[in-house]
């Protein structure tokens, strides 16, 4: 496009014309974006989200230029197409992306964790399996509230006995998981809970709980 005085955008652009000189003569982005300026450029110019979108500009530029996603760009890229671009899955939460989205985006639960606060519920709801939650760096006790079994857990080796033991497991979740009678004894755990939990009379008395403190 040629400019009054017969300058072109591109000739303009290097000429030193500010992309912010260019939208207050009502340049579209597409234009802007042909003539060669850059997303920062764009950015630094005032052009707002949604033209920088409609001017074809990729993830990665809008990321490095400095855009805050919205919940606009759904309607240009998918959950891949950010990832692709370096965006977080905080940043993808925040605009209403679901953990589904993110999972099929490419984001691992790892990154869902620590970017942020997608539940380990919300991750296997999403499609996420035990190991990528079990790995992803959550707390025990939040394994437990998703329903990650004990043995599931203790079968990963990620935490220790005392953790999984103490994160909210009943006796007989921890004897099913393949937990000692001395192990859950060592937690905390009742005879009461013991033998609701399914050990044997004989177990609780190999780990010294007397006769008399059995129910």
Not at 11 to 19: E, F, L, N, T, V
Request: hydrophobic share 35%.
């Amino acid at each position: 496009e040629v400019l009054s005085g017969g300058f072109s955008l591109t000739k303009a652009r290097a000429a030193g014309y500010r992309a912010e000189t260019m939208r207050a003569l009502n340049k579209t982005s597409f234009l802007m974006r042909q003539a060669g300026y850059s997303c920062s450029d764009m950015y630094s110019g005032g052009y707002t989200t949604e033209e920088i979108l409609n001017a074809g500009y990729s993830t990665s530029e809008l990321k490095s230029a400095g855009y805050v996603l919205c919940n606009l760009v759904r309607d240009h890229y998918t959950a891949v197409d950010l990832h692709y671009g370096g965006y977080t899955a905080g940043e993808l939460k925040a605009c209403g992306y679901t953990a589904q989205e993110l999972y099929h985006g490419g984001y691992s639960a790892k990154e869902c964790h620590s970017t942020s606060n997608f539940t380990p519920t919300n991750l296997l709801q999403g499609g996420y399996c035990d190991y990528d939650i079990i790995h992803a760096g959550y707390r025990c006790n939040e394994l437990y509230f998703a329903h990650i079994d004990a043995k599931t857990i203790k079968n990963m080796n990620v935490y220790t006995n005392k953790q999984i033991m103490t994160s909210g497991f009943s006796a007989m979740e921890l004897k099913n998981a393949g937990f000692s009678a001395s192990e859950v004894r060592s937690a905390g755990f009742t005879a009461k809970d013991m033998k609701h939990g399914g050990f044997t009379l004989g177990e609780m008395v190999e780990v010294k709980l007397w006769l008399q403190e059995i129910p």
